[in-house]
């Protein structure tokens, strides 16, 4: 009987040590993607204006804090300019600087919320293999470019380099492309105008008020795989995710530090939704209290 209890308390001794190196092993384990797999994971993003799409993956990096933040850019897309920058400074939120950035994006904002999984997966990626997530969106880009349907027009510029980049033609102004990834990146079916495949006609104005959150120095150095934010290169990892801070013109503020809300609450219509998801000029029914 002694003996029988000398052997439950080792193996529960035993199991109370190895959980944490277990645990510890599980939490530093990089997640790993192959190739046809980050293909499909960027696709939906990887026609995006460069600047959007760094800002979209460092983002991405904090998944947790997306549903929160689409929510309050819903709430709060009215405001635009001067007045929402103010707002996001005077409301203390406790998101990190590179998922307010998409702030003045809600319908970006809405679409990663509204898939999670797809959305923690691109920040896993972006953590775990950031040079390969950037050669992932070569590849879609070559493709969409090769088979026609990617080249530059009155809102976009895009490269014609080893590398392909897209910029707008105005920088403050950062169109959000509406396709369908099932399309432009394959060849297109006899008969099939390929014109309006991709459609530029949504932006959203990024001028000097959004500076703080690194809009006007975001960039890909894409030979050397750096992804710029901030005027400085993106250094978080998935082994220092935990410590990295990333530099900013903005305070970050701790979850406690949120101020009570006020402004006036109002979500897009349903009218407002459609135009920014199927990249037609914005529209906004709630101009009255811009000022407010």
Known sequence: MQTRK???ILAVLVVLAVAPVL?????TLAPSFTPEQLDKLVARIALYPDALLAQVLAAATYSDQIPDAARWADQH???TGQALADAIQA???PWDPSVQALLPFPSVLEMMA???????DLGNAFLSQRQDVMDAVQRERRKAKDY???SSNAQIIVSDGPYITIVPVHPAFIPVPYYDPAIVFFPPEPGIVIGGAIRFDFFVTIGDFFRPWGWGYCRFDWDSHVVIINNAPWRRTWINRHEYVHPYEVRQYRAG???PERHVLHERTERERTAA????PRVEEHREHRSR
């Open 91 to 93: 409301d203390h939120l």
């Open 114 to 120: 509204n898939d999670m999984s797809w959305t923690t």
């Open 23 to 27: 645990s510890f092993a599980q939490d």
């Open 6 to 8: 000398l052997i439950l």
């Open 77 to 79: 897309h009215y405001l």
């Open 257 to 259: 530090e949120r101020l």
């Open 277 to 280: 998801r199927e990249g037609r």
């Open 148 to 150: 026609g349907y990617l």
